[in-house]
């Protein structure tokens, strides 16, 4: 918090938004997360917030319209989301999506370079959303 929660605020004033709690526990949670989050995984890290699931819901939509979140992941008709401009790169990079624990983690961009082509696919396939779907690892060394 502290220096981080100034910039927040600043960041809200400048996308012409009132600076709410809401809105600001929501971006809170998006910078501190490891990877994109659900609206689903945003409510259980906001526990314990006084405000309600609908209230954070239109929080989200705010502030991917004023382009301060992003979805970053679309797997399986779930959106999830990051925080957008500033220091992040806006997750361009690929991500695992874990089917058993519902875990999505950021992977460095290195694995998708060799994935090139010439022709006409070639822009489409730079521009595209790479997931990977299967286990974590810490699913995979869990035992049963
Ligand atoms: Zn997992
Ligand atoms: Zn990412």
């Known amino acids: 918090m502290g220096a981080e929660t100034n910039e927040m605020r600043q960041r809200l004033r400048e996308s012409g938004l009132r600076v709410t709690r809401s809105r600001l526990g929501v971006l809170d949670i998006l910078a501190d997360a490891d990877g994109p989050l659900s609206f689903t995984q945003v409510v259980e890290r906001l526990e314990g917030a006084d405000w309600d699931q609908a209230t954070t819901y239109r929080t989200l939509v705010k502030l991917k ?10 797997v399986e008709g779930i959106d999830r989301y990051v925080l957008a401009g500033g220091r992040s790169d806006g997750h361009q990079h690929p991500h695992f999506l ?25 822009e489409s396939i ?9 286990e974590c690892p810490d699913c995979l060394t869990q035992p049963g």
């Open 98 to 122: 874990c089917g058993a624990c519902g875990r999505i983690a950021c992977l460095p961009e290195e694995i998708v370079a060799s994935i090139s082509v010439d022709g006409p696919w070639a």
């Open 126 to 134: 730079r521009r595209a959303v790479v997931q990977l779907l299967g």
């Open 65 to 74: 319209e004023v382009g301060l979140a992003a979805v970053a992941s679309r």
